[in-house]
T-cell receptor, first 114, second 115 residues
Protein backbone atom coordinates (compact mmCIF):
# COMPACT_ATOMS: atom_id res chain seq x y z
CA UNK A 1 0.00 0.00 0.00
CA UNK A 2 1.15 3.52 -0.75
CA UNK A 3 2.45 5.60 2.15
CA UNK A 4 0.48 8.64 0.93
CA UNK A 5 -2.92 7.84 -0.55
CA UNK A 6 -5.09 10.29 -2.44
CA UNK A 7 -8.74 9.88 -3.36
CA UNK A 8 -10.21 10.22 -5.87
CA UNK A 9 -7.46 9.71 -8.45
CA UNK A 10 -9.58 11.24 -11.18
CA UNK A 11 -12.62 13.47 -11.01
CA UNK A 12 -14.65 15.34 -13.58
CA UNK A 13 -17.06 17.92 -12.29
CA UNK A 14 -19.00 20.97 -13.39
CA UNK A 15 -18.49 24.64 -12.65
CA UNK A 16 -19.96 25.64 -9.31
CA UNK A 17 -19.85 22.20 -7.72
CA UNK A 18 -18.18 21.57 -4.36
CA UNK A 19 -15.29 19.13 -4.54
CA UNK A 20 -13.24 17.46 -1.81
CA UNK A 21 -9.93 15.74 -2.40
CA UNK A 22 -8.76 13.52 0.42
CA UNK A 23 -5.31 12.50 1.55
CA UNK A 24 -4.26 9.95 4.13
CA UNK A 25 -0.77 8.88 5.13
CA UNK A 26 0.85 6.05 7.03
CA UNK A 27 4.31 7.62 7.34
CA UNK A 28 3.57 9.09 10.77
CA UNK A 29 4.63 12.55 9.62
CA UNK A 30 3.17 15.61 11.27
CA UNK A 31 3.58 17.86 8.24
CA UNK A 32 1.23 17.66 5.29
CA UNK A 33 0.90 19.74 2.15
CA UNK A 34 -1.32 20.27 -0.88
CA UNK A 35 0.31 21.20 -4.18
CA UNK A 36 -1.11 21.95 -7.57
CA UNK A 37 0.73 21.00 -10.79
CA UNK A 38 0.06 22.68 -14.11
CA UNK A 39 2.10 22.17 -17.31
CA UNK A 40 4.87 24.76 -17.50
CA UNK A 41 4.10 26.13 -14.04
CA UNK A 42 5.62 23.39 -11.94
CA UNK A 43 4.42 22.63 -8.42
CA UNK A 44 2.73 25.40 -6.50
CA UNK A 45 1.88 25.20 -2.80
CA UNK A 46 -1.79 25.66 -1.91
CA UNK A 47 -1.91 24.96 1.85
CA UNK A 48 0.23 23.26 4.45
CA UNK A 49 -0.23 22.00 7.97
CA UNK A 50 2.47 21.30 10.56
CA UNK A 51 0.11 19.58 12.98
CA UNK A 52 -3.61 19.06 13.56
CA UNK A 53 -4.08 22.55 14.98
CA UNK A 54 -1.93 24.33 12.43
CA UNK A 55 -3.10 25.42 8.96
CA UNK A 56 -1.17 27.80 6.73
CA UNK A 57 -1.83 29.34 3.33
CA UNK A 58 0.58 28.73 0.51
CA UNK A 59 1.16 30.84 -2.56
CA UNK A 60 -2.14 30.04 -4.32
CA UNK A 61 -4.76 29.46 -1.59
CA UNK A 62 -7.57 31.59 -3.08
CA UNK A 63 -10.57 29.43 -3.99
CA UNK A 64 -9.40 26.53 -1.80
CA UNK A 65 -9.86 25.45 1.80
CA UNK A 66 -8.40 22.60 3.82
CA UNK A 67 -9.20 20.52 6.86
CA UNK A 68 -6.76 18.53 9.00
CA UNK A 69 -9.00 15.90 10.53
CA UNK A 70 -6.21 13.92 12.18
CA UNK A 71 -2.45 13.57 12.01
CA UNK A 72 -2.90 11.18 9.10
CA UNK A 73 -5.64 12.98 7.17
CA UNK A 74 -5.61 16.25 5.25
CA UNK A 75 -8.35 17.18 2.82
CA UNK A 76 -8.56 19.92 0.19
CA UNK A 77 -11.88 21.49 -0.77
CA UNK A 78 -12.99 23.59 -3.67
CA UNK A 79 -16.17 25.27 -2.49
CA UNK A 80 -17.31 26.31 -5.97
CA UNK A 81 -15.12 24.80 -8.66
CA UNK A 82 -14.17 26.83 -11.72
CA UNK A 83 -12.50 25.69 -14.96
CA UNK A 84 -9.11 27.24 -14.18
CA UNK A 85 -8.89 24.90 -11.18
CA UNK A 86 -8.50 22.05 -13.63
CA UNK A 87 -5.13 20.61 -12.64
CA UNK A 88 -3.25 17.73 -11.08
CA UNK A 89 -3.28 17.96 -7.28
CA UNK A 90 -0.72 16.36 -5.01
CA UNK A 91 -0.70 15.73 -1.30
CA UNK A 92 2.68 15.42 0.37
CA UNK A 93 4.15 14.80 3.82
CA UNK A 94 7.45 15.55 5.49
CA UNK A 95 9.27 14.70 8.68
CA UNK A 96 9.94 17.82 10.79
CA UNK A 97 13.21 16.30 12.01
CA UNK A 98 14.54 15.95 8.47
CA UNK A 99 16.64 19.06 7.97
CA UNK A 100 16.30 18.82 4.23
CA UNK A 101 12.53 18.64 4.49
CA UNK A 102 12.18 15.79 1.97
CA UNK A 103 8.65 15.63 0.65
CA UNK A 104 6.83 12.32 0.12
CA UNK A 105 4.12 12.71 -2.48
CA UNK A 106 0.95 10.80 -3.22
CA UNK A 107 0.17 9.72 -6.77
CA UNK A 108 -2.02 12.71 -7.47
CA UNK A 109 -5.66 13.56 -8.07
CA UNK A 110 -6.51 14.76 -11.55
CA UNK A 111 -9.39 17.21 -11.44
CA UNK A 112 -11.25 18.46 -14.51
CA UNK A 113 -13.78 21.25 -14.12
CA UNK A 114 -16.10 21.67 -17.10
CA UNK B 1 14.13 36.40 -4.28
CA UNK B 2 12.39 33.09 -3.72
CA UNK B 3 12.40 32.00 -7.35
CA UNK B 4 14.29 29.07 -8.75
CA UNK B 5 14.65 29.30 -12.52
CA UNK B 6 14.93 25.99 -14.36
CA UNK B 7 15.87 25.30 -17.98
CA UNK B 8 15.19 23.86 -20.45
CA UNK B 9 11.46 23.25 -20.20
CA UNK B 10 11.84 20.11 -22.31
CA UNK B 11 14.78 18.03 -23.43
CA UNK B 12 15.19 15.18 -25.90
CA UNK B 13 18.32 13.07 -25.60
CA UNK B 14 19.43 9.95 -27.41
CA UNK B 15 20.02 6.79 -25.45
CA UNK B 16 23.54 6.80 -24.07
CA UNK B 17 23.85 10.58 -24.19
CA UNK B 18 24.23 13.08 -21.37
CA UNK B 19 21.17 14.96 -20.13
CA UNK B 20 21.83 18.33 -18.52
CA UNK B 21 19.25 20.40 -16.65
CA UNK B 22 20.16 23.77 -15.20
CA UNK B 23 18.79 25.82 -12.33
CA UNK B 24 19.59 29.27 -10.99
CA UNK B 25 18.57 31.06 -7.83
CA UNK B 26 18.86 34.50 -6.25
CA UNK B 27 18.31 33.94 -2.54
CA UNK B 28 21.69 33.27 -0.93
CA UNK B 29 19.90 31.98 2.17
CA UNK B 30 18.98 28.77 0.35
CA UNK B 31 20.94 25.97 2.02
CA UNK B 32 19.75 22.72 0.49
CA UNK B 33 19.16 21.87 -3.16
CA UNK B 34 17.18 18.73 -3.94
CA UNK B 35 16.12 17.31 -7.27
CA UNK B 36 12.82 15.49 -7.67
CA UNK B 37 11.96 12.99 -10.40
CA UNK B 38 8.40 12.43 -11.54
CA UNK B 39 7.28 9.58 -13.79
CA UNK B 40 3.98 9.86 -15.69
CA UNK B 41 1.04 9.12 -13.44
CA UNK B 42 3.14 9.29 -10.29
CA UNK B 43 4.02 11.89 -7.71
CA UNK B 44 7.49 13.44 -7.59
CA UNK B 45 10.11 11.63 -5.55
CA UNK B 46 13.45 12.81 -4.21
CA UNK B 47 16.26 11.79 -6.57
CA UNK B 48 19.40 13.43 -5.23
CA UNK B 49 20.28 16.52 -3.18
CA UNK B 50 23.28 18.69 -2.37
CA UNK B 51 24.30 21.22 0.26
CA UNK B 52 26.18 24.38 -0.79
CA UNK B 53 29.38 23.39 1.00
CA UNK B 54 30.22 20.87 -1.74
CA UNK B 55 30.61 21.45 -5.47
CA UNK B 56 29.52 18.07 -6.72
CA UNK B 57 27.56 15.03 -5.61
CA UNK B 58 27.31 11.82 -7.57
CA UNK B 59 24.90 8.92 -7.16
CA UNK B 60 25.23 6.34 -9.88
CA UNK B 61 24.58 7.99 -13.24
CA UNK B 62 23.17 11.14 -11.62
CA UNK B 63 25.43 14.05 -10.65
CA UNK B 64 24.63 17.45 -9.19
CA UNK B 65 27.12 20.21 -9.94
CA UNK B 66 26.89 23.27 -7.71
CA UNK B 67 28.43 26.70 -8.35
CA UNK B 68 27.87 28.82 -5.27
CA UNK B 69 29.42 32.00 -6.64
CA UNK B 70 27.25 31.87 -9.76
CA UNK B 71 24.22 30.74 -7.77
CA UNK B 72 23.63 27.91 -10.21
CA UNK B 73 23.29 24.16 -9.96
CA UNK B 74 22.69 21.49 -12.51
CA UNK B 75 21.73 17.85 -12.86
CA UNK B 76 23.72 15.64 -15.20
CA UNK B 77 22.41 12.23 -16.21
CA UNK B 78 25.18 10.17 -17.76
CA UNK B 79 24.46 7.33 -20.20
CA UNK B 80 20.81 8.39 -20.35
CA UNK B 81 18.31 5.56 -20.69
CA UNK B 82 14.69 5.45 -21.87
CA UNK B 83 13.75 4.62 -18.28
CA UNK B 84 15.07 8.05 -17.26
CA UNK B 85 12.25 9.69 -19.26
CA UNK B 86 10.43 11.75 -16.66
CA UNK B 87 9.89 15.28 -15.45
CA UNK B 88 12.66 16.64 -13.26
CA UNK B 89 12.20 19.45 -10.75
CA UNK B 90 15.02 21.30 -9.09
CA UNK B 91 14.27 22.90 -5.75
CA UNK B 92 15.84 25.00 -3.04
CA UNK B 93 15.20 25.06 0.66
CA UNK B 94 15.65 27.83 3.20
CA UNK B 95 15.16 27.65 6.95
CA UNK B 96 12.27 29.95 7.84
CA UNK B 97 12.35 29.61 11.62
CA UNK B 98 10.64 27.52 14.31
CA UNK B 99 11.82 24.26 12.76
CA UNK B 100 10.23 25.17 9.45
CA UNK B 101 11.83 24.84 6.02
CA UNK B 102 10.46 26.57 2.94
CA UNK B 103 10.85 24.65 -0.30
CA UNK B 104 10.74 26.43 -3.68
CA UNK B 105 10.45 24.38 -6.86
CA UNK B 106 11.62 25.16 -10.36
CA UNK B 107 9.01 24.79 -13.11
CA UNK B 108 10.25 21.40 -14.25
CA UNK B 109 11.98 19.83 -17.25
CA UNK B 110 10.37 17.07 -19.24
CA UNK B 111 13.11 14.68 -20.35
CA UNK B 112 12.55 12.22 -23.16
CA UNK B 113 15.28 9.68 -23.88
CA UNK B 114 14.85 8.14 -27.30
CA UNK B 115 16.31 4.75 -28.29
Amino acid sequence: DADVTQTPRNRITKTGKRIMLECSQTKGHDRMYWYRQDPGLGLRLIYYSFDVKDINKGEISDGYSVSRQAQAKFSLSLESAIPNQTALYFCATSDPWDRGGELFFGEGSRLTVL
Amino acid sequence: QQQVKQSPQSLIVQKGGISIINCAYENTAFDYFPWYQQFPGKGPALLIAIRPDVSEKKEGRFTISFNKSAKQFSLHIMDSQPGDSATYFCAATVYSGAGSYQLTFGKGTKLSVIP
